[in-house]
């Protein structure tokens, strides 16, 4: 079983949609959590960074750890086209990480 | 401020062939990696570097190896080239305590290398 594991998708969403994608892991040592976005033919850039449990906004986003459940989310509110991308959990007890494989995301004008 | 840069960006090699993707980074970073993305199965760890002259295996460094003589540089090389070797591979850095950098262990990632073994 994967450290780390991340609904597959793909997603395709219209525009305006709210859309949640997720994450459970297994390591209760993974303080740091951050979600990726990767458009098509680019690297990754971190797009949200959580320390230990709670919420952060950040605009139209929101990223959500539950570390009891092992459990994190990013919700994305009134979603673009600009949205569509590729987006990778990844989470972290020292400077080295481990992602999730990603969900791609599509959304729709 | 270039970040994460790596060349080349494409390449086409025949089964046997050798060849070195270079990695460099301007941000002081302590910790760089390698990874290969191929389609449906994530970033996967090939190789890593703590530091200067310091180099640990990741989830599949078979058929690669790597160097960083300088803090600047991380080298992936492969001996002789296979099919299964096609990918995107991507380096990254990122500064080994959390204290370096406002409580983030964020990676920076450079823009790919497209490898093609025929």
């Known amino acids: 079983q994967k450290e780390v594991e991340q609904d597959p998708g793909p997603l395709s969403v219209p525009e305006g949609a709210i859309v949640s994608l997720n994450c459970t892991y297994s390591?209760?040592?993974?303080?740091?959590f951050m979600w990726y976005r990767q458009y098509s033919r680019k690297g990754p850039e971190l797009l949200m960074y959580?320390?230990?449990?709670g919420n952060k906004e950040d605009g139209r986003f929101t990223a959500q750890v539950d570390k009891s459940s092992k459990y994190i989310s990013l919700f994305i509110r009134d979603s673009q086209p600009s949205d569509s991308a590729t987006y990778l959990c990844a989470m972290s007890d020292t400077g080295k990480s481990t992602f999730g494989d990603g969900t791609t995301l599509t959304v729709k004008p | 401020n270039a970040g994460v840069t790596q060349t080349p960006k494409f390449r086409v090699l025949k089964t046997g062939q050798s060849m070195t993707l270079l990695c460099a980074q301007d941000?002081?970073?302590?910790?760089m990696y390698w990874y290969r993305q191929d389609p449906g199965m994530g970033l996967r760890l090939i190789h890593y570097?703590?530091?200067?002259?310091?180099?640990a295996k990741g989830e599949v460094p078979d058929g690669y190896n790597v160097s960083r003589l300088k803090k600047q540089n991380f080298l992936l090389g492969l001996e002789s080239a296979a099919p299964s070797q096609t990918s995107v591979y991507f380096c990254?850095?990122?500064?080994?305590?959390?204290?370096?950098?406002?409580?983030?262990?964020?990676?920076?990632f450079g823009p790919g290398t497209r490898l093609t073994v025929t």
């Open positions: 390591n209760s040592a993974f303080q740091y």
């Open positions: 941000m002081n970073h302590e910790y």
């Open positions: 959580t320390y230990s449990s």
């Open positions: 570097s703590v530091g200067e002259g310091t180099t």
């Open positions: 990254a850095s990122s500064y080994s305590l959390a204290s370096l950098s406002g409580g983030r262990y964020e990676q920076y």
